[in-house]
């Protein structure tokens, strides 16, 4: 039975947690976590490594918060924070390929889920997804803290307030340098290098593609319906590996991404989506965050606004468009108690990101994420290198919400229809 909106799941008040992954990332998230002033009890922390533990622990210690049980190895640590019944949610901050496997058994053991990008890695794996969360009537929330930048949310109410007219075009792409990344002996070097050497297409579209879905109300009135993807040539790996010391596995290993990937989605109604991903080349980071209207255009990095009654030749000043910016800021950060910018990850958005589905989940209010878009959203991973690998023909997305697309209510912040003053 889909989930529906207008029914939401009874609120959790008291929030009890249980965290797999305590690298990099889940560090971070739990750092998130321990700022909110109330609702959570954070339970269990369960990680392969003893050092990652260690080091939880102590921010859990530093917060002045009661000490979480530690669960140390692989699978039986992870499903034993799946199945635990004093638990309300998991949060998952794995490596990629952990992710689907350890959400579904997550929800199947009436939690609700958390998950970090990508959610799955197959479009099997997104069904997955899908299935269970129907089945359960439990939550599978994508941590797309990107929908809730700053700049990003600026936009969304550009868009609703119909300051850029009709949107039939948007821009999007996760551009990063992440060469040293790859081929560090720890964390993320340990299997982030992996999929380079197997696959060629997008392998992380979702910081992109998400905050521009947002804005398109996909899932809620439309849906992306077509891909269409291509890769350049692989060769900035291959460089730099031939520059890492002797004895390091990245030397002798084939890389078969390409530097930069594209891919151009049609939605049902006849938009255009181009997402790009590049992670290997000497370019600065970008999401591009591109709004195309009949009225007016909104572009990130740096962030840019030209408009019909300005004369769209030009973007607005420096001056002009700071006006524009805090006038449809979003109340997600205007009305918050402390800056942001200041507490959280990220220039601000990982905070705001937890401190709203957090309150999602406590007052019962359905999430402003949920499986439908985590499945879409993370299916253009697979689509991409389908398409990719069959000389970059069109493929088909699948409809995960099963045609209730046409008539499901929007849910990301649908409190969020213009300026806030």
């Given at each position: 039975m889909k989930l529906d909106p207008e029914h939401p799941a009874p609120p959790v008040e008291e929030i009890r947690i249980g965290m797999i992954g305590l690298g990099g990332r889940g560090r971070s998230l739990l750092r998130e976590l321990l700022k909110l002033p109330e609702g959570v009890e954070i339970c269990v922390l369960a990680d392969p490594d003893e050092a990652a533990l260690d080091q939880a622990a102590d921010l859990m210690r530093e917060a002045l918060r009661p000490p979480a049980e530690l669960r140390l190895g692989q699978e039986p640590a992870w499903m034993s924070v799946c199945q635990d019944p004093g638990l309300d949610l998991v949060i998952i901050a794995s490596p990629w390929h952990l992710h689907a496997t350890q959400a579904v058994t997550a929800m199947s053991g009436r939690k609700h889920v958390f998950v970090e990008v990508p959610a799955a890695l197959t479009i099997e794996e997104c069904w997955d997804l899908v299935n269970t969360s129907e089945q359960t009537s439990r939550y599978c929330i994508l941590l797309e803290?990107?929908?809730?930048?700053?700049s990003e949310l600026a936009g969304l109410n550009m868009v609703r307030s119909g300051l850029l007219g009709q949107i039939t075009h948007t821009e999007c792409a996760y551009i990063h340098d992440l060469r040293e990344?790859?081929?560090?002996?720890?964390?993320e070097g340990l299997w982030r290098r992996g999929p380079h050497t197997r696959v060629d297409g997008n392998l992380y579209p979702t910081h992109g593609l998400g905050p521009v879905a947002t804005c398109l109300d996909l899932n809620h009135g439309d849906r992306i319906e077509r891909i269409v993807s291509m890769s350049s040539p692989e060769a900035a790996l291959s460089e730099?590996?031939?520059?890492?010391?002797?004895?390091h596995p990245g030397r002798t290993e084939k890389f078969?991404?390409?530097?930069?990937?594209?891919?151009?989605?049609?939605t049902e109604l006849g938009r255009s989506i181009l997402v790009q991903h590049d992670v290997v080349s000497p370019r600065p980071y970008s999401r591009i965050n591109g709004l195309v209207g009949t009225r007016g255009s909104f572009f990130g990095f740096p962030d840019r606004l030209a408009l019909d009654e300005h004369g769209a030749h030009e973007w607005l000043s420096e001056k002009e468009l700071k006006k524009m910016l805090k006038k449809y800021d979003s109340r997600l950060w205007s009305e918050q108690d402390e800056d942001p910018e200041s507490i959280g990850g990220h220039g601000g958005m990982d905070y705001v990101m937890m401190a709203r589905l957090i309150d999602c989940l406590r007052t019962g209010?359905?999430?402003?994420?949920?499986?439908?878009?985590?499945a879409a959203w993370s299916s253009i991973y697979p689509l991409s290198i389908d398409s990719v690998n069959y000389g970059s023909q069109p493929h088909s997305v699948p409809d995960f919400t099963r045609g209730w697309w046409k008539r499901t209510p929007r849910i990301f912040l649908p409190e969020e229809i213009g300026p806030t003053t």
């Open positions: 803290n990107c929908c809730f930048g700053r990344v790859l081929f560090r002996s720890s964390g730099a590996a031939r520059d890492l010391p002797e004895g078969v991404t390409g530097d930069v990937n594209t891919s151009l989605l049609r209010r359905y999430p402003d994420i949920d499986v439908y878009d985590a």
